[in-house]
């Protein structure tokens, strides 16, 4: 069986004395591929519209499209542009690491306020309010012409713009659950890795419940409180997932994948994938090899 590539992992050439990385670049470039960092990356487009990959995320990106990534989080953008065209100017980049976030939250008490929107941003954020973005783009432009304390005042400038705007979406699934009782959070990793080893068989509420020790009904609402979702969805979600990963890294058949991730019809399994990422299996595996083998 054909296996496609894995997303590559790009070193970002960060500057001993600089906290924050700018880079801009045309189409095609050969940063234009399936990879990821180590550090976050906020990503103004400045030209052409595409598709954007983030995770198991695919959408449509155009002119003042900004999303900002998390570390190691794999992503690309794949331009809709003729065959011999060149763009010269497409992506903004700002590059920042991991341990600068963590430097600021111990040394400044008001940075701390932001750990939901690192959270958030390790599974991508698109940024949607267009009125806020226009305040941003000259940010961007007076981080690329500068150094230094300007440099690193203007990017918190901008972090504190990006953390109030309200219209975004979270772009990558996720199962992660931010629980701070360790009861609960023992009981629902129990769940969520009996789902994980049993996903590709018959799942009923009744089983799953028995083996957490709870009644049917407690552990319906139980998993809802935990989740914020219903556990045939969760259950299914994660399935679409698994077979989102086979059309993306394999040629297997799509009704093979189908039954391997658990469905018993292809009708349901297509309904399904529908729902969740508004495009056909089909659709996805076309668009996901315009992401993995570009470059």
Same mark, same amino acid.
């Given at each position: 069986?054909?296996q496609?590539?894995?997303?590559?992992?790009?070193?970002?050439?960060?500057?001993?004395?600089?906290?924050?990385?700018?880079?801009?670049?045309?189409?095609?470039?050969?940063?234009?591929?399936?990879h990821?960092?180590?550090?976050?990356?906020l990503?103004?487009?400045?030209?052409?519209?595409?598709?954007?990959?983030?995770?198991?995320y695919?959408?449509?990106?155009?002119?003042?499209?900004?999303?900002?990534?998390?570390?190691?989080?794999p992503?690309?953008?794949?331009?809709?542009?003729?065959? #011999?065209?060149? /763009?010269?100017? &497409?992506?903004?980049? +700002?590059?920042f690491?991991?341990?600068?976030?963590?430097g600021? %939250?111990?040394?400044?008490?008001?940075?701390?306020?932001?750990?939901?929107?690192?959270?958030?941003?390790?599974?991508?954020?698109?940024?949607?309010?267009?009125?806020?973005?226009q305040?941003?783009?000259?940010l961007?432009?007076e981080?690329?012409?500068?150094?230094?304390?300007?440099?690193?005042?203007?990017?918190?400038?901008?972090?504190?713009?990006?953390?109030?705007?309200?219209?975004?979406?979270v772009?990558?699934?996720s199962?992660?659950?931010?629980?701070? #009782?360790?009861? /609960?959070?023992? &009981?629902?990793?129990? +769940?969520?890795?009996?789902?994980?080893e049993?996903?590709?068989? %018959?799942?009923?509420?009744?089983?799953?419940?028995?083996?957490?020790?709870?009644s049917?009904?407690?552990?319906?609402?139980?998993?809802?409180?935990?989740?914020?979702?219903?556990?045939?969805?969760f259950?299914?979600?994660m399935?679409?997932?698994k077979?989102?990963e086979?059309?993306?890294?394999?040629?297997?058949?799509?009704?093979?994948?189908?039954?391997?991730?658990?469905f018993?019809?292809?009708?349901?399994?297509?309904?399904r994938?529908?729902a969740?990422?508004e495009?056909?299996p089909?659709?996805?595996?076309?668009?996901?090899?315009g992401?993995?083998?570009?470059?």
């Amino acid at each position: 069986m054909k296996q496609r590539i894995q997303p590559e992992f790009e070193w970002v050439d960060q500057q001993a004395d600089a906290s924050i990385r700018y880079l801009e670049h045309g189409y095609p470039s050969p940063l234009v591929r399936w990879h990821y960092h180590d550090e976050y990356e906020l990503h103004l487009i400045t030209a052409t519209t595409g598709k954007v990959f983030i995770g198991d995320y695919i959408g449509n990106f155009s002119p003042g499209s900004l999303i900002l990534v998390g570390p190691q989080l794999p992503h690309n953008w794949v331009s809709q542009i003729g065959r #011999d065209e060149q /763009i010269d100017l &497409r992506d903004r980049v +700002v590059n920042f690491s991991p341990e600068f976030v963590r430097g600021c %939250e111990s040394v400044f008490q008001e940075m701390r306020v932001l750990a939901p929107f690192w959270e958030r941003a390790s599974y991508g954020i698109e940024f949607l309010d267009t009125d806020k973005i226009q305040q941003i783009v000259p940010l961007f432009e007076e981080i690329a012409t500068s150094s230094g304390l300007k440099r690193l005042t203007r990017f918190l400038t901008l972090i504190e713009l990006l953390a109030s705007i309200s219209d975004y979406r979270v772009l990558s699934s996720s199962a992660y659950v931010p629980i701070q #009782d360790s009861k /609960i959070l023992h &009981r629902l990793n129990l +769940v969520i890795n009996y789902i994980f080893e049993h996903y590709d068989s %018959e799942i009923t509420l009744d089983e799953i419940a028995k083996h957490v020790d709870m009644s049917p009904t407690y552990f319906s609402k139980f998993f809802k409180k935990s989740t914020g979702q219903r556990f045939v969805e969760f259950v299914n979600g994660m399935r679409i997932n698994k077979a989102c990963e086979h059309l993306a890294h394999t040629d297997e058949p799509i009704t093979d994948i189908c039954f391997t991730v658990g469905f018993n019809n292809i009708a349901n399994f297509n309904r399904r994938f529908f729902a969740l990422k508004e495009m056909t299996p089909s659709e996805y595996r076309k668009t996901s090899i315009g992401a993995l083998y570009i470059g």
